[in-house]
C-alpha cells in the first residue's frame, strides 16, 4: 500500500511537471495543446478513497490552472471527470468493475482505450465549453474537442504502454 501511495505520488508530480513545462509551450497547428495530465484519472487506483480521489483530482488542475493562467478551467474539468469516473468504468467495464477483484489486467485493450477516450473526451468537452462560453460557436469547441483529443489520446495511450505495470 506504501509503495502504491509513493508510485501515485511520483506519477502526480511528474504529470504536472511534463504539462506545464512541456505539453502547455507545445501549439500544434497553432492550437492544439495535448492535456497528457489526463492519464492520472485513469492511472488512480480502481478501488481507492473516491473522496481522496476528488480532492487529489481538484488539486491536479488546480496546479495546472496556477501555472497556465486558465481561470479553473482544468480544476472544473479535472473534477468533473473524477466524479464521473465511476460510471465511465460501469459502462466501459460492465458488471465486472463492480466485484471486488477487479483489475486492468483482466480486461482487453480496446476496453481500456474506450476508457482512457471517454476521460479525454469528457475533459476536453467540459474544458472547451467553459474556455470558449458561448454555444454559437459549438463548431469550434467540436473542433478543438476532436483534434486536441486526438493527440492526447495517441500521447496518452504511448505513455500509459511505457510507464504502466507489465502484469497490466
Not at 4 to 13: P, S, W
Not at 20 to 29: A, E, R
Not at 103 to 123: D, G, P
Request: charged share 10%; net charge positive; aromatic share 18%.
Amino acid at each position: 500500500m506504501n509503495n502504491a501511495i509513493f508510485l501515485n505520488i511520483i506519477r502526480f508530480v511528474l504529470l504536472v511537471l511534463t504539462q506545464v513545462l512541456i505539453f502547455n509551450n507545445l501549439h500544434f497547428m497553432g492550437h492544439i495543446n495535448p492535456m497528457v495530465y489526463v492519464i492520472f484519472f485513469y492511472w488512480y487506483p480502481i478501488k481507492g478513497n473516491r473522496a481522496l480521489f476528488m480532492v487529489i483530482s481538484f488539486l491536479l488542475g488546480f496546479i495546472i490552472d496556477v501555472f497556465s493562467d486558465t481561470l479553473a478551467l482544468h480544476s472544473l474539468a479535472s473534477l468533473t471527470v473524477a466524479y464521473a469516473r465511476p460510471v465511465v468504468m460501469r459502462f466501459c467495464f460492465g458488471v465486472n468493475y463492480e466485484f471486488q477483484n477487479f483489475s486492468f489486467k483482466n480486461t482487453t485493450k480496446v476496453q481500456r482505450i474506450t476508457f482512457m477516450a471517454l476521460l479525454i473526451l469528457i475533459h476536453l468537452l467540459v474544458f472547451f465549453s467553459l474556455e470558449i462560453l458561448s454555444f454559437y460557436h459549438f463548431l469550434l469547441i467540436l473542433k478543438k474537442v476532436f483534434t486536441t483529443g486526438i493527440v492526447t489520446l495517441i500521447l496518452c495511450t504511448l505513455f500509459s504502454s511505457l510507464f504502466s505495470p507489465k502484469n497490466e
